[in-house]
């Protein structure tokens, strides 16, 4: 009788304890656009730039203004819309002014997208 009782209170026990960490990861995809923050509402909150937090290192390795692209030997890439890892590859450039002073050999910090499917440059700036 008693280990069957013990049974039950350590079933009972891992039971809330599953349903505790349930609850806990249905709240982490709560929208928040109610929530206040120091008395301001969070859908008020003005956006941050992505391209301020998202700009990744590379290294020119071609340009090509008729085609509007540029080849990057680049390190890994997050963004909104675009994560990979290291590697050189032509990426498509959203504006063929971004091109305008770019040069083979240039170090670089720059932003891509996922535009219309395509891994794109949004933002790019040369270093000095």
Do not use: W
């Amino acid at each position: 009788m008693k280990k069957s009782f013990l049974n039950l209170v350590a079933v009972c026990g891992f039971s809330l304890m599953a349903v505790n960490v349930y609850a806990d990861q249905r709240t982490m995809g709560m929208d928040m656009a109610g929530m206040k923050m120091e008395g301001m509402k969070m859908d008020k909150m003005p956006a941050t730039s992505a391209s301020a937090t998202t700009l990744s290192d590379g290294v020119v390795k071609a340009v090509d203004k008729e085609n509007k692209s540029i080849t990057l030997k680049h390190g890994r890439i997050k963004s909104a819309t675009v994560e990979m890892g290291p590697m050189t590859m032509p990426f498509a450039v959203k504006d063929k002014a971004l091109l305008s002073n770019v040069k083979v050999g240039d170090k670089v910090k720059f932003t891509v997208e996922n535009v219309d499917g395509e891994a794109t440059v949004t933002v790019l700036s040369i270093q000095k």
